[in-house]
């Protein structure tokens, strides 16, 4: 894994709102979805923003989802995972191809509190196909400062991490806004 292989989000979110970004995830050469393949889909947030800091560090500062390939042909995982919590949450699940899965994943930037704190949330929907949960939530909420926020050298990054894959796998990622 060559940590070049992210993608981090060029502009930062630094205002309140609703930010809907359309995932689409593809193993181009491969007829099914390897279970070794796993993908961060998240947030990176604070001053922590090189990538391969954020996710080597085990303070860092991310907020996401992790997906991959669930037992089940067609069925994928997707489980909540920040970089205050020593392991993900509890799956939920959506459905795909064998090869392919897509969702969105909703951003809600809360008004500043009083307090200066600024209350979060990220949902994954599910892109025009099922999604269920048994007892994860596809729904998590996350605080962070206003400074963090406002800061010009810091703001909110939504960013996508491979992990697993060798030097000869590919995997595609398609993203859309959907609503800024």
Known sequence: MNWRDAILQGHKIHKPGKYTLRVSLIQSRRSLWPSDHQVFVGLSYGTNSPTNQMIRSKCG?????????????????????????????????????????????????????????????????????????????????????????????????FVIVPTGLNVDDEMEARLNWVSL
């Open 61 to 157: 500062t991310f907020f996401g989802f992790l997906c991959g390939a669930s037992p089940f042909l067609g069925i994928f995982e997707i489980q909540a995972l920040s970089g205050a919590s020593p392991k993900p949450e509890a799956p939920i699940f959506i459905t795909g191809s064998a090869a392919k899965f897509e969702f969105d994943l909703d951003l809600v930037v809360n008004l500043t509190q009083v307090n200066q704190i600024v209350t979060c949330t990220l949902a994954v929907g599910a892109g025009g196909m099922a999604c269920g949960s048994s007892s994860g939530n596809r729904i998590q909420t996350f605080q962070t400062g206003l400074r963090t926020l406002i800061h010009p050298n810091e703001g909110l990054r």
